[in-house]
């Protein structure tokens, strides 16, 4: 998309925060977030706590603990209208199978279906099935992947998670066309299958990796299973005693260089439980009878409309990259090219402590299909406005702690009063400057019951800025669904979860939760994660 296609470039900036960060001011935010964890690991260290206890005091010895939230209805959906209480125990439960309910666009882009087999024996069969298309029509390979996973701990960065250790055994691969092998034969050297791609019977499984050899072949592919090092189980219980089993594996590092040994501090797009999944699925039916020799073809589904008139919100507590927990709502105003976004950023995995309020505002410009992935659409976003709300004393404190003109009116903020950042140009110390631009990639899909998700592009990793069309998103955020007009956001309630396990209790007091902030705010400036995603 051409600048000289624009008069104006309007747009929404999904956020960004420390471009411009000079390399001494870097130094100390990464010497300031290292003593802050070291400071809340020994305050939890110092009360005896467990292996299975979530590392953020105060909380009593327990062998593992259990997250409740009931989510109120989202916005439009009259089959929501009963709450729907959700549980998060930790360690997890992972016996069994667990499949996509959709194809599933990873950074590159790659398009991949998976089945993934956990026994209690810690033993765990994965299947991961790649295709040509953004619609997982036209097979590619097929990896078989057999493993140990071992369960440590809760984690200690990503709250609510828990960290987890895996054992390679054996990875075959299978390819499945012509195409597939003439693409294959390019990135991997033919000692990695034993003979010459060229030669490779479609069909057939051939070794890649095995506990005796190394791990060039899979290092060609860009395979990596780090993502089983960071597992997360919820349970969503409906009306008449039905459930949901989601099953949230670590985020795939965005940038391809960094995948096979980047440790995971985010989640993946989640699989479900195939005893447990939602109704109708007919994806998780194919993806559950397949195999590496037959992978799943899912049916064709015609692309949805681009049509971003109204208000999409989030469906979920959604967890970020580098300790951030968020819900979002974005209203379009197509008509004017203009949008606002509100993010709600808490403390917990379960966003019930909120820490403070953003909204954005600005304009945006429609592109031209993306040539990457079908039916996508490339898009520029301009933020001009920023409004933030204190929601807690602590936040208040930092932000009131900042110099004059840097951050809104200096030595004013108040828990609960909002503050534009427009007269100060943003808020140096939450690495929002203004205006900003950022090259966007959004996609409208229609979900099991029909109704419109939006998807929009997945914030880079590192936390850089999409602030040039070769570093436009190549994948997606968790998608957002569309309230009606006139209909509220989905608000949520904490409870506990029965008498065998604890609510989670993340409300600390006084100089822990002075702690706390200050880690999200400058792990939040170090890593440009701060609030649009």
């Known amino acids: 998309m051409r600048e000289t296609g624009f008069k104006l470039y309007i747009g ?28 809340q690991a020994a305050l939890v260290a110092g009360t005896g706590s467990e292996l299975w206890e979530v590392p953020t005091p105060p909380f009593s010895s327990s062998a593992n603990y259990s997250e409740s939230s009931q989510w109120e209805p989202y916005c439009q959906y009259r089959h929501l209208q009963d709450r729907v209480r959700i549980t998060a125990d930790i360690p997890p439960r992972l016996d069994g199978t667990w499949v996509s309910t959709r194809c599933e666009v990873r950074p590159g882009p790659e398009y991949i279906t998976r089945s993934y087999t956990f026994h209690s024996s810690r ?68 000692v990695c299958v034993g003979l010459a791609l060229g030669r490779t019977v479609p069909g057939r499984l051939y070794e890649l990796y095995n506990a005796r050899a190394g791990r060039a072949c899979l290092g060609a592919l860009g395979f990596s299973m780090m993502e089983m090092d960071l597992v997360r189980v919820e349970t969503q219980h409906h009306s008449h005693g039905r459930k949901v089993q989601e099953l ?65 919100v989030s469906q979920r507590c959604e967890a970020r990259p580098a300790v951030l927990f968020l819900t979002q709502d974005f209203t379009f105003h197509p008509d004017q090219h203009a949008w606002e976004g509100v993010y709600h950023h808490y403390s917990d995995p379960a966003c019930s402590q909120p820490t403070f309020t953003l909204r954005a505002s600005g304009h945006y410009a429609q592109g031209n299909p993306s040539v990457k992935i079908s039916g996508a659409t490339e898009f520029v976003f301009k933020v001009t406005k920023v409004r933030v709300t204190a929601l807690e004393e602590s936040t208040a404190k930092v932000l009131n702690g900042t110099r004059p003109g840097n951050c809104g009116r200096a030595g004013g903020w108040e828990v609960g009063v909002e503050q534009d950042l427009t007269s100060t140009d943003g808020c140096t110390v939450l690495g929002i400057k203004l205006p900003h631009k950022e090259y966007e990639l959004f996609k409208i899909e229609l979900n099991h019951r029909k109704h419109p998700l939006l998807f929009i592009g997945e914030r880079p990793t590192d936390g850089s800025s999409p602030d040039r069309p070769q570093r436009r998103p190549t994948s997606f955020q968790a998608p957002m669904v569309l309230c009606s007009e006139g209909e509220t956001l989905p608000s949520h309630r904490y409870g506990g979860s029965g008498s065998n396990s604890k609510q989670v209790q993340l409300a600390a007091s006084g100089t822990e939760r002075l702690a706390q902030l200050a880690l999200l705010v400058l792990g939040s400036a170090l890593c440009s994660w701060l609030w649009l995603y």
């Open 123 to 190: 033993q765990f069969r994965a299947l991961q099935h790649y295709y040509t298309d953004s619609g997982c029509e036209s097979p590619a390979y097929s990896l078989m992947i057999r493993g140990k996973l071992r369960l440590r701990q809760a984690s200690w960065i990503t709250r609510g998670g828990t960290e987890a250790e895996h054992h390679l055994s054996k990875v075959g691969i299978v390819v499945h066309s012509p195409v597939a092998m003439q693409r294959l034969a390019a990135r991997l050297p033919p």
């Open 12 to 39: 929404s900036y999904l956020h960004n925060i420390e471009g411009n960060m000079s390399h001494g001011r870097l130094a100390h935010l990464l010497n300031a977030v290292w003593a802050l964890w070291l400071w």
């Open 248 to 312: 949230f594996l670590g985020d795939i590092h965005t940038d391809w260089t960094q995948r096979t040994h980047y440790r995971p501090t985010g989640y993946q797009q989640p699989l479900q439980h195939v005893m447990h999944h939602v109704h109708p699925c007919p994806v998780c039916a194919l993806v559950y009878r397949s195999s590496e020799q037959r992978p799943p073809v899912l049916p064709h589904t015609p692309a949805a409309p681009l049509a971003l008139e109204g208000r999409w």
